[in-house]
């Protein structure tokens, strides 16, 4: 198994809806359409297999250029454990973009960090288990990658 957990493959032995869902995110983020569902349509595939893939297929010249990725994290009520996943994060290239926490509740608070990854130096699993390692952190999750 690769060392990143990618690998470089050409797309005529993948199957056929892998370029489908790139097709369709092309639609979407030209305004062709504005919804999944008139998107899927076009395309032939499911919204499932849309959702399914679409945060794991990218085309090569989406990768060199600005992605970003919204992360959620759970996160104690204690001094420092904020700053130290920050450091973390621009210590491996992310760039945080926007924080929204929320108020603590039973000593813990919900953080969402929208970052551009472009420039990140490990791979988004190797960030993510990196954070989880901080004290203080309980769940880091990705929750959407572009």
Known sequence: M???GY???DKSILPDY???VI???KLLSAGT???VSAAVKITGISRSTYYKYKDFIFEKEETLSERKAVFLMLLNHEKGVLSKVLTAMSDNGANIIAITQS???ASRASVTLTC???RLIADVPA???GILEIPGVEQATLISME
């Open 2 to 4: 690769g060392s990143n």
């Open 7 to 9: 690998y470089i493959v």
């Open 18 to 20: 892998f370029e489908k």
């Open 23 to 25: 097709e369709t995110k």
């Open 33 to 35: 359409v504005k919804e």
């Open 103 to 105: 108020p603590p509740i």
């Open 116 to 118: 551009d990854i472009s």
């Open 127 to 129: 960030l993510l288990n």
